[in-house]
């Protein structure tokens, strides 16, 4: 229908996959704990360092890690200028001022817990995938896939176990 279009759905090309989609993308605000604070539904074709500083204006206060799509040393001096967020990325190869190893290595933890929401969005809750038929139908699941990832978060701490992100063993205990 012409519903997708008409909510901003875009064509984009998805490198890491070789493949090129119609839609949207789902960019996340997520936890040193892997809770989603946060995200903004954008078209595919929206940069991802214009959607992520969107919706870091909407929050004050913050210390964040992005990836090398977010660097933009204009972008991060606005949001600490404005809403004490303080932007940080890993600089591409090919600048010059570069992180020492040990920072490095902190980030890469950090980014694993971000792969691990998406791994677990993308595979337990099948988020990629979506029968929906209209734009709406799309944000209610959407909504309600987030919603759940909270909540086994919630009972991983309610049942006082320590990696609040082994969800998968809610469904299939031990």
């Known amino acids: 229908t012409g519903d997708w279009k008409a909510h ?6 998805v490198s890491s996959r070789s493949e090129t989609i119609f839609g949207y ?10 809770l989603i604070l946060d995200f903004e539904l954008a078209p595919a074709n929206a940069t991802d360092l214009q959607v992520g500083f969107e919706m870091l204006t909407e929050h004050t206060d913050l210390d964040v890690l992005g990836d090398k799509a977010y660097i933009s040393a204009e972008k991060a001096a606005q949001l600490w200028q404005h809403n004490r967020v303080r932007l940080r990325t890993v600089p591409r190869r090919n600048q010059k001022k570069q992180l020492p190893d040990h920072l490095k290595k ?3 933890k950090v ?3 971000i792969e691990t929401v998406n791994g ?8 990629e995938k979506n029968h929906a038929h209209t734009f709406w139908g799309l944000c209610t699941r959407l909504y309600t896939k987030l ?7 919630y009972l991983n701490r309610l049942l006082g176990n320590s990696n609040l992100l082994q969800i998968k063993a809610l469904a299939f205990p031990n």
């Not at 993308?25 to 892997?34: A, C, F």
């Not at 677990?120 to 988020?127: G, T, V």
Request: proline share 0%.
């Open 25 to 34: 993308k789902l960019h996340l605000l997520v936890t040193m704990g892997g």
């Open 147 to 153: 919603t759940a990832h909270t909540l086994c978060i």
């Open 111 to 113: 980014r694993q817990i």
């Open 8 to 13: 901003g759905a875009a064509f984009w090309k």
């Open 106 to 108: 902190i980030y890469n």
């Open 120 to 127: 677990q969005l993308s595979e337990q809750f099948n988020i």
